[in-house]
């Protein structure tokens, strides 16, 4: 058994109106930021799991994900799996 | 997009042929049955254009034809309604009905149902069926002042149903708690027969100066007609024919790109937009993009106004590129206004949503041909005579036959379920356990019923009360339905929901003064569920002529079938009522220990439908409750004679659970549970004294030294009553007996089942699947 | 007595406080818009209710960078009565005038009823009319309601006597369920150091007439006349 | 003048309670999924932003988060930048 990092992210399907990502867009025009695009917000999740190996954490993360973490109907969801090892650094 | 006002095209409109735009499919017959028209109804489109329509014509028609927009198989039997008064100031036809309520002020209200798109997306279902009627009140010039919804679920042992409720509740919630509309009421009703296909129906109501009404008419030629709000996107397109369709296996995937997504803020920041943009007098006209969109606001405000609409679809302000003229005049995005500005005043619109922080575009303008006519890039793509278009859909009367299922299930002999005897304590506890019954505390504390300081009576009493702030009057509302009633008799149903709204009403002191209704049914072109609508209406409209509760308008939901199986007939009353004195509302709740109960109204031995027999037995069967139409008035003129006396310290409606339920409610409803003692002489089966749901009937409590005059005024008004007991000390007993049966307990075991049930049931929500 | 009261987009308890202000005299109430720049001389400052900007991103989170709050925070700088309930509380901890943050409440649900808060300090401008230990009867409706600071604040505030505001059982007693959303240390409502800006999630205004069932929200009304009173004398 | 795609993940400060994360966990542990850690819902802000330099992109999109994506009482935010290119592929 190991331990795996899981990363979903989870974003409004293209299309749907995304209120959040409007609100953004508007206050960081009005805050002086130029050459802003648009803005979209979703979710991200992180959590750990147990597996044998990263084939069967990824299965099992994306059946978490069609089930539960994600709205089939709203959202679309991108996930990412990675041996853990302690802090990942990035930025 | 260009900013100048297009300009109305030279051609003679009646000889304008668009041409088939680039891309467009070809109007084939299965092209005209993916859009819900029946061959017969593509005839007569040929008919009305004298040629074959394009395929944005054809979009159009459509959406303009379907039941939501066309009511074709219940127009005809909608005008046997009831819609005349003198305090009418407008009745159905317009986006909301509005009744005089003295003082030179008046009231919007109306219902609206949006069952499809919560089946697909709880949450944003229910939350842009509220943004909808929000906005329906306010196109016509009226604040919103509060918001009740009316739901229907499948039973909530599934998770699916639990995640169904759950959204829906949020989604309401959400919505007006932003708009900061507050919720007063509403109902929610569980049953195997609304699996896989709940209802969401949500009433609002406005008030306004009776001078600030303004009607959602495209007058004026050259008037520019524009764009408010927010953008077009692709959100929702055909929505409307989609509402009218049988959900299926499959409509969560099929329907994925036809959710639409509520903006609450942009909603909030539109409706003060649209009211400073009526009182500004630089309008003629507005109205709310609804179901189908730019098509149904466009072809209605003409249709009104019998002028013409001359609209340039790149002028439509976008969210997304690349859309196509039938994309834009079928979406349904949400938080739209379409308005008739007056000529030259292009700029002040402009200005009043800029400091809304919204946009305003000039899309087109009035013309006086009659035509809806739509340009894309100056090339005409659609040209289509309004008037056929708005009321030229054809209706139908159809054949309705009972069927045999209902009439076995109601000859069902029931007196097998009539014999226990004894303690009935368990049955009792259990029946305050099911959600039909228990506190419907966990939805209302999700919604915000305080804001705007003027709710009088919140969510929790027989109806809500919100005051006139400036005067001493107040206004309540309520809405009601019990569709297993209507499943077995749909005309008695119908009538008893009328008589349970007005009920409701005189029980919170409030005169019951007119009627808005939302009718959920399935499939009409089936005969029995053609019958059940036929019924229902009969039924609403001799109980609303009686009581001279107009219906002002209303909302029909069709098609609520799932693989083939409807829904109960579900004729949802929205009715509100007014009250003189806001210090005369009365609540549900004993208040004083010692007062007298008295029950006015006569308790039969009636079962059929009742929730005892479909939670104790898991059966509905039997005769629904018969409705005693002139006895129900009676009984309304003397609970309000006694709430103007100032008789009451509480009233309160018996229905669901019976007496047994209704007096628990009475009892733990209020600050403090209150113990119960009734004695009842009666020697019919107790099962039915408890539990039975005869119609007519009303808990009422007073100071023991008014008990005389309480049964005066009921002998007066030729009302049965009596007292049955008295109110017990806090924590107390909580005991009803008949010669023959008994429920004994302590007021906390029955605070605890009546506040717990819903909470231990949603408890589980989270722990399992969603979806 | 001028009172500001600001309206940001999506406001929706401005004109409750205005009208609670009215009605309960010696007030007079005044909107300012949230591009407005000046509060143009008024003598206290309410942040109302709402949902400004759809408390899309956090709440109040883009309502603090308004033109108006410029405005506001001088007047709180100079000493100046500032009243910030529930989304009012929400922008002034955005905006660095109050310490902390308030998260999605424990439960996750939108919150609408009312609650019980007991008056923790009278050295405000907003409670010397109450009685210490006063327990009000007050509704609030939030989603955002969880009050969280990292430890060394809380110990601050309670060091300082900054806490206005706790929920309470009927009786008074800090029990788990008198709280409604899982706030640290049971908070309602605070003071900033100079103990004039007081932010807090129940709604006062809408517990200040009879008819709507309770009038323990006038006591901070009355306060803050006082005090007004006292300053302009 | 370039395009860059901004990704920002916005997440609880550790140590901060997570409810949203606790819900999300007690609801994996009963769908039956063993093995899962602690999980914490953040939030992903997707822009674009125009700027002269991948440097100055991530410069201006530093200033965002600190000024308004994220508060620092409770969240900590990491930052993406990238040259736009069409659309990324990842998973
Ligand atoms: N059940 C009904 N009873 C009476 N009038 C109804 C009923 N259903 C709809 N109407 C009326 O028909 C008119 C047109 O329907 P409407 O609801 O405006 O469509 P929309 O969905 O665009 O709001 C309205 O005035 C409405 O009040
Ligand atoms: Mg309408």
Redesign the interface.
């Known amino acids: 058994?190991s331990?795996f990092d899981i990363e979903v992210?989870v974003?409004?399907?293209p299309?749907?109106?995304?209120?959040?990502?409007?609100?953004?867009?508007?206050?960081?025009e009005?805050?002086g930021?130029?050459?802003?695009?648009?803005?979209?917000?979703?979710?991200?999740?992180?959590?750990?799991?147990?597996?044998d190996s990263e084939a069967e954490a990824r299965e099992?993360a994306d059946e978490?994900c069609r089930?539960?973490?994600s709205?089939?109907?709203?959202e679309d969801y991108?996930?990412?799996v990675r041996a853990s090892a302690g802090k990942e650094a990035?930025? | 997009m260009s900013d100048s006002t297009p300009t109305t095209s030279t051609v003679d409109p009646e000889t304008v042929i668009p041409a088939p735009r680039p891309g467009d499919p070809e109007i084939t017959p299965e092209v005209v049955e993916a859009h819900g028209l029946s061959p017969e109804e593509y005839e007569r489109v040929v008919g009305v254009m004298g040629r074959t329509p394009t395929f944005t014509e054809l979009g159009v028609f459509s959406a303009m034809w379907s039941e939501h927009c066309g009511y074709k198989n219940s127009k005809r039997l909608l005008s046997l309604l009831p819609t005349e008064a003198p305090w009418v100031i407008q009745g159905p036809g317009e986006n909301a009905g509005v009744i005089d309520v003295g003082d030179g002020m008046a009231l919007a209200f109306k219902i609206e149902s949006h069952n499809h798109p919560s089946a697909v997306e709880p949450y944003q279902g229910a939350a842009t069926g509220v943004g909808g009627i929000l906005r329906d009140i306010f196109t016509m010039g009226a604040r919103p002042i509060a918001v009740l919804d009316s739901l229907r679920f499948g039973d909530l042992d599934s998770g699916r149903n639990r995640y169904l409720f759950a959204g829906v509740v949020k989604g309401v919630g959400d919505y007006g708690n932003c708009v900061g509309i507050p919720n007063i009421g509403g109902e929610v009703f569980f049953d195997r027969a609304y699996d896989g296909n709940p209802l969401v129906n949500a009433m609002a109501l406005g008030l306004m100066k009776r001078e600030e009404l303004i009607k959602g008419e495209a007058s004026g030629t050259g008037n520019p007609i524009m764009a408010v709000g927010a953008r077009t996107g692709r959100d929702g397109i055909h929505g409307a024919t989609f509402a009218s369709e049988e959900l299926s296996e499959d409509s969560d995937e099929a329907s994925r790109p036809q959710v639409q997504v509520g903006d609450p803020f942009t909603e909030k920041l539109l409706l003060e937009a649209s009211l400073e943009l009526i009182r500004s007098g630089h309008i003629v006209g507005i109205q709310d993009m609804g179901a189908a969109g730019v098509t149904s606001s466009a072809s209605e405000m003409a249709g009104r106004a019998g002028s013409g609409v001359e609209l340039e679809m790149a002028d439509v302000p976008v969210r997304e590129e690349g859309m196509t003229p039938y994309e834009i005049l079928l979406s349904e995005s949400q938080e739209r206004m379409l308005v008739a500005a007056r000529k030259g005043r292009e700029e002040d619109v402009r200005k009043i949503l800029a400091k809304w922080e919204l946009e305003a575009e000039v899309i087109g303008e009035v013309t006086d041909d009659g035509y809806f006519r739509i340009l894309e890039d100056g090339v005409v793509v659609a040209n289509i005579p309004a008037l056929p278009l708005t009321d030229g859909c054809p209706t139908y009367e159809r054949e309705g036959i009972e069927g045999d299922d209902v009439k076995e299930a109601r000859a069902r002999d029931l007196t097998e379920f009539l014999a226990p005897e004894g303690d009935l304590t368990d049955p009792f506890l259990r029946l305050l356990g099911s959600p039909n019954i228990a506190s419907k505390r966990w939805i209302y504390d999700q919604f915000d019923t305080t804001v705007r300081t003027s709710t009088v009576v919140r969510p929790g009493s027989d109806a809500g009360v919100v005051r006139l702030r400036g005067s001493r009057k107040a206004i309540a509302a309520t809405t009601d339905c019990n569709g297993r009633y209507c499943w077995l008799n749909p005309r008695e149903g119908a009538k008893a929901a009328v008589a349970e709204a007005a009920r409701n009403l005189v029980c919170t002191g409030a005169l019951p003064t007119a009627v808005t209704n939302n009718l959920n049914f399935g499939n009409p072109l089936k005969p029995h569920i053609y019958f059940q609508l036929r019924e229902a209406v009969l039924g609403m409209a001799e109980a609303c002529s009686l009581f001279e509760t107009p219906v002002t308008g209303g909302n029909v939901s069709l098609f609520n079938e799932t693989d083939g199986v409807a829904i109960y007939p579900t004729p949802v009353i929205g009715m509100v009522g007014l009250l003189d004195d806001v210090d005369q509302a009365t609540r549900a709740f004993f208040t004083h220990e010692g007062d007298a109960i008295l029950v006015l109204g006569e308790t039969r031995e009636e079962i059929g439908g009742s929730e005892y027999l479909y939670r104790e037995h898991d059966l509905v069967a039997g005769e629904a409750p018969l409705v005693d139409l002139l006895a129900e008035r009676r009984l309304q003129h003397a609970v309000l004679g006694m709430a103007q006396k100032g008789l009451l310290r509480s009233a309160h409606d018996c229905a669901e659970g019976g007496l047994a339920a209704a007096l628990a409610e009475s009892a733990v409803g209020g600050e403090k549970a209150l113990g119960v003692k009734v004695e009842l002489t009666s020697r019919l089966a107790p099962v039915a004294v408890f539990f039975g749901e005869s119609t007519g009937r009303v808990v009422l409590s007073c100071a023991p030294d008014d008990e005389s005059r309480v049964l005066d005024t009921a002998r007066h008004h030729g009302v049965p009553a009596a007292r049955i007991g008295t109110v017990g000390n806090e924590g107390g007993a909580f005991a009803i007996r008949t010669p023959l049966g008994s429920i004994e307990t302590s007021v906390n075991e029955v605070r605890t089942r009546y506040f717990g049930a819903l909470p231990a049931l949603m408890e589980r929500t989270r722990s399992e699947e969603p979806v | 007595m001028k009172v500001a009261v600001i309206t940001f987009p999506g406001s929706n308890c401005d004109y409750d406080c205005y009208h609670a202000l009215k009605t309960l005299g010696g007030f007079e109430p005044e909107f300012r818009w949230h591009g407005d720049r000046e509060l143009k001389g008024v003598d206290a400052v309410f942040l109302p209710g709402g949902f400004s900007y759809g408390d899309y991103l956090r709440s109040g989170a883009i309502a603090r960078f308004s033109p108006i709050m410029e405005a506001v925070r001088d007047f709180a700088r100079s000493g100046g009565p500032v009243v910030g309930i529930c989304n009012g509380f929400q922008v002034l901890c955005e905006a660095g005038l109050l310490p902390g943050a308030l998260l999605a409440n424990e439960s996750l649900l939108f919150r609408s009823y009312d609650i019980h808060i007991r008056v923790e300090t009278l050295r405000t401008p907003f409670t010397s009319a109450y009685e210490r230990h006063q327990v009000l009867r007050i509704p609030i409706a939030h989603g955002d309601g969880n009050y969280h600071a990292d430890d060394e604040v809380l110990a601050e505030l309670e060091g300082e006597d900054r806490i206005v505001f706790r929920y309470v059982s009927p009786a008074g007693d800090l029990t788990p369920e008198a709280n409604p959303n899982g706030s640290a240390h049971h908070i309602a409502g605070i003071v900033n150091e100079s103990r004039n800006v007081l932010g807090m999630m129940p709604h006062p205004e809408r517990a200040v007439e009879p008819v709507l069932g309770s009038t323990d929200g006038a006591g901070l009304f009355a306060s803050l006349r006082a005090h007004l009173e006292g300053a302009l004398a």
Chains 1, 4 share one sequence.
Not at chain 1, 15 to 28: E, N
Not at chain 1, 71 to 74: F, I
């Open positions: 058994m331990r992210r974003k409004p399907r299309g749907l109106l995304d209120p959040q990502g409007k609100a953004i867009h508007h206050a960081l009005s805050l930021y130029p050459g802003v695009g648009e803005v979209r917000v979703g979710k991200v999740i992180d959590l750990t799991l147990e597996a099992r978490m089930k539960l973490l709205n089939p109907v709203t991108q996930l990412r990035e930025g």
